[in-house]
């Protein structure tokens, strides 16, 4: 926290003196800074390619490489390269369909790409820095500007071309001026994304100490000397002896009553409404379209649809649900709360994963889900192990709570950051 504490709170000096950029959407910049259309500072590029140049990609977060420096999988390759063009290292690079959302970098290879990336060289490289221009575009398309910008021109389109680029009114610092904020940003950026990557790790390590809590809890128990047993089951292993192993349609019973949702009131959920791993919601409920399966309170819905996912949900209330779900109704015998936490271990998600078919769109079949086996302690036993994996997770959630909460501060910290150093909110030294 005090490492958060110290990059965010930092104090910046202002320019002694500013003026009106008459720019609507840019404001103020510093007395001694102009503005000047992209048009005079970048010419557009169009090189032909050379015969062993590999394919440059401009990826959302900014970078500009070697689509084989990053990854190969994804990617939809054309058969013939139509209007493909040259890149150089250091050319300012626009993807015209993406650049609202970011894809705007300095390219760190030389190589070729798609008609759909403006590339930009500056007109008096002595004056203009592609790097200070990359970071100023990024800023603006983050905050939304592009994105407005381009839907002005074209309606549902977000097509950001170079025609719009060039008659932007952009800032111009004096050329030392933008190597220092381009630099600034740099290294500030890099120590705010090495906490943010810090936070990720500690977090994926509290994750898998949660799963390894859930998964020994529910086949192994709390006493750590009860006398063991093969439950003849590979994803469970050895349980205590006087457990016992039941099929999944031995405790509980497929509830499969499928609604109109249009025809229905009552709130539904979608794959994206449950949390992965968690078993909380994710979102707010919305409305039904379609055909929907119908759950009741204290229901257990199962995700078939890519089950790796580990999308399940015990049902707080009455409501509609995707199809996708498998909606189950708990027996006596066994508690709905540690037949969730059974349902969440890893080592069951993946024995379910292992089952799937189609290779888009992967799921499980319900007749395999439910011929799967699960523990079965005495009831009183559930109960402890049910208020042991509670007590262990809610402290684990406060932490991770905290910890994504930190991962947000520190996102916003470094998008205002960057925004105030490039248009000269803030004045690096």
Not at 105 to 124: A, L, Q, W
Not at 316 to 328: D, R
Not at 394 to 414: A, F, G, P
């Amino acid at each position: 926290m005090k490492m958060i504490d110290d990059l965010t709170q930092m104090d910046y000096p202002q320019y002694n003196s500013y003026k009106d950029s008459g720019v609507d959407w840019l404001g103020e910049i510093p007395e001694e800074w102009h503005t000047e259309k992209g048009k005079w500072l970048f010419n557009k590029m169009d090189r032909p390619i050379r015969e062993d140049d590999g394919i440059v990609t401009c990826f959302r977060d900014g970078e500009v490489t070697l689509r084989s420096n990053r990854r190969t999988d994804g990617f939809t390759n054309a058969l013939k390269e139509h209007g493909y063009q040259g890149i150089r290292k250091g050319d300012l690079v626009i993807h015209q369909m993406d650049a609202f959302a970011g894809a705007i970098g300095v390219s760190d290879s030389e190589g070729k790409s798609t008609p759909v990336y403006s590339v930009c060289v500056p007109k008096k490289p002595d004056q203009i820095s592609p790097h200070y221009y990359m970071y100023f575009m990024r800023s603006m398309a983050l905050r939304g500007f592009i994105l407005s910008l381009a839907k002005g021109i074209r309606e549902r389109s977000t097509d950001f071309r170079y025609n719009d680029f060039a008659k932007l009114d952009l800032p111009l610092p004096p050329y030392n001026v933008q190597i220092k904020i381009s630099k600034f940003i740099e290294s500030r950026t890099t120590q705010i994304d090495q906490a943010i990557t810090l936070k990720q790790q500690q977090i994926a390590k509290l994750e898998e100490y949660k799963q390894i809590v859930i998964q020994n809890a529910v086949t192994k128990g709390l006493n750590p000397d009860a006398p063991m047993k093969d439950s003849d089951v590979d994803w469970i292993g050895d349980i205590p002896e006087h457990w016992e192993v039941k099929r999944l349609m031995f405790v509980t019973e497929n509830f499969n009553k499928k609604v109109l949702g249009s025809e229905s009131k009552l709130p539904y959920l979608g794959m994206e409404s449950i949390e992965s791993k968690t078993g909380q919601l994710s979102n707010e409920t919305s409305e039904a379209e379609g055909l929907a399966s119908y759950f009741k309170e204290d229901q257990i819905l199962f995700g078939k649809l890519r089950p790796y996912l580990a999308k399940v949900y015990l049902t707080t209330f009455e409501g509609l649900c995707s199809t996708e779900f498998m909606v189950m109704s708990v027996r006596s015998e066994i508690s709905n709360t540690f037949l969730k936490y059974q349902l969440l271990s890893n080592r069951f998600i993946a024995q379910i994963n292992s089952s799937t078919y189609g290779s888009k769109m992967p799921r499980a079949s319900a007749e395999y889900i439910k011929r799967q086996s699960i523990t079965l302690p005495p009831t009183e036993e559930q109960k402890l192990i049910v208020d042991y994996i509670d007590s262990i997770t809610n402290k684990v959630n406060k932490t991770l709570s905290s910890y994504n909460s930190q991962i947000d501060r520190l996102k916003e910290y470094k998008t205002i950051l960057i925004n105030q150093a490039v248009t000269g909110k803030l004045k690096v030294s």
